[in-house]
């Protein structure tokens, strides 16, 4: 089992940056990719970035590329989230996830592993 926690959400005007934390314990050996998704109100949930742990190959949703950067520390079994010229419609809970196979990393349904989300808020 892998468990995963985010951090790092709040609320921040439009143009701000945050940075969000995913901590993974656990059998983390096995992960072959990370991710995060985000769900607005209303709104289904969306891939954002994810990353593919051994060969570091990142991949971003067209909505975010050039403002949003992903990044991991292997040390501390970290995987961020930069955010920055955050836009009102980046509001949203933002999940970090973890796979096991380094494939379809867009594609949430084929993650193993959630964490429990952290709450992102960008006012106008």
């Known amino acids: 089992q892998v468990q995963l926690v985010e951090s790092g959400g709040g609320l921040v005007q439009a143009g701000g940056s945050l940075r969000l934390s995913c901590v993974a314990s656990?059998?983390?050996?096995?992960?072959?990719?990370m991710g995060w998704f985000r769900q607005a109100p209303g709104k289904e949930r969306e891939f954002v970035a994810a990353?593919?742990?051994?060969?570091?190959?990142?991949y971003y949703a067209d909505s975010v590329k050039g403002r949003f950067t992903i990044s991991r520390d292997n040390v501390k079994n970290t995987v961020y989230l930069q955010m920055n010229s955050l836009k009102p419609e980046d509001t949203a809970v933002y999940y970090c996830?973890?796979?096991?196979?380094?494939?379809?990393?867009?594609?949430?349904?084929?993650?193993?592993?959630w964490g429990q989300g952290t709450q992102v808020t960008v006012s106008s």
């Open positions: 996830a973890a796979k096991r196979a380094p494939i379809s990393v867009r594609v949430g349904s084929t993650y193993n592993y």
């Open positions: 990353l593919n742990w051994s060969g570091g190959i990142e």
């Open positions: 656990g059998r983390t050996f096995n992960n072959a990719a």
